[in-house]
């Protein structure tokens, strides 16, 4: 039988908004039933006394938190996303840098996603958000998300209520193949997540975890957008230097049709 977590009873009100929420390696995902945002996994704290004027991005935001459950935000300043690399491209922080960075940041990735979205005074949450472990730092991602939250989303005013459950990273698919009726809810299931810092395999019954079959392999397609960035015809294309893993992994390829010859 499929079962999860329950979320907080207020969560299940019809004015939460179910959504998902994963930190990343490589980009932060949040997603509702209507709408998807991706995002780098880049941030940087900002003076809260710099009065520099920061540009709206599609890819990221500036979050001013005003007066937030987690009182030690209240007063900070943060870039998100693609902003916080652009105006600090040498000293923004990436979650790759610690693990410890998808709990320290998941809230101002969270904000920094629904600054992509529709601007909306009040956003109440019911939030499915994955963490590398769950078993250990479950407990904690839920301390970092959860409460009310008022914060300036690029200058807007914003208050976030979040109520949410904590998942192992690739769960959420198995739990979306079960309810699509894709995988049997009694079938033995092997998942590969192959993600930009890491490759996970594990083994499901149904929708439980055999823990001692998850592996994590520190690779992932992180290390094939650098060697991309570090091949020879890149560098000779740079001056001479490697390119920009960033801009390699936002290239947007054209697509050839194959040619054939008549002889």
Known sequence: MLTTSALPSAATDNQYLAAAL?????????????????????????SDN??????????????????????????TRWLVGQ????????????????????????????????????????????????????????????EALNGSHSAKINGKLTTVNIRTLALDEGQGAIYYGI??????????????????????????NGATILRASRYVHPQGTGKLVQMIADHIETRAFCGGVSGDPLLVANCKHKRFKPQTRRF
């Open 22 to 46: 994963d930190t990343g390696n490589g980009y932060i995902k949040f997603a509702t039933s209507n709408s998807e945002v991706l995002i780098p996994s880049l941030i940087k704290q900002v």
């Open 50 to 75: 710099n009065e520099y004027e920061y540009s709206a991005s599609s890819k990221g935001a500036l979050i001013e938190f005003v007066e937030s459950d987690r009182s030690e935000l209240n007063g």
């Open 83 to 142: 902003p916080a690399y652009k105006e600090f491209p040498d000293s923004h922080d990436r979650i790759t840098d610690d693990r410890q960075n998808k709990l320290t940041y998941a809230l101002q990735a969270l904000c920094g996603c629904l600054a992509v979205a529709p601007h909306q005074k009040e956003w109440s949450l019911a939030l499915a958000s994955s963490i590398h472990d769950s078993q250990v730092y479950g407990a904690k991602l839920k």
């Open 179 to 204: 309810k699509r009726g894709i995988l049997p809810r009694d079938a033995q299931t092997v998942l590969l997540d192959i993600g930009f810092g890491t490759t996970i395999i594990a083994v499901y």
